[in-house]
């Protein structure tokens, strides 16, 4: 199974284990409707364990929101930092700016490739590999 589907049927399980303890849910196929012996005491520790994994499920979301928020503020400075600094690499490597324009078409040009070359890779290797 793929990470993906792991997760999903994780998170599937969590939710029915809830909805069982609250009592939401119709009997499956094969299971009694009246039910003869009483609930287990340990109800209230699988809704304290619940709760204790969606704070750290709540942690990793903002870490991870941090993480790309900081992510594409450095894509977003990497990319602007040509324009105020153009004139200032023209003088340094003795050329006019008009002859310095394909530097924006071989960043354009690098992007794009390396954006489709990413996507093939992602979808032939492992994700977490290729990310990291």
Do not use: C, K
């Amino acid at each position: 199974l793929r990470p993906a589907a792991v997760r999903a049927l994780l998170w599937s399980a969590e939710l029915e284990l809830e909805l069982d303890l609250h009592g939401a849910t119709a009997p499956a196929v094969g299971q009694r409707l009246l039910q003869t012996e009483p609930p287990s005491d340990n109800e209230p520790e699988a809704v304290a364990i619940s709760r204790q994994s969606d704070r750290a499920g709540g942690m990793l979301r903002w870490f991870t929101t941090g993480i790309l928020f900081a992510s594409f503020l450095g894509l977003g400075m990497s990319v602007a930092i040509l324009g105020p600094t153009f004139p200032d690499l023209a003088i340094n490597v003795n050329r006019n700016i008009s002859s310095l324009s394909f530097i924006f078409v071989g960043r354009a040009f690098g992007y794009l490739s390396g954006s489709v070359i990413g996507g093939v890779f992602f979808d032939m290797m492992n994700h977490f590999l290729l990310l990291g």
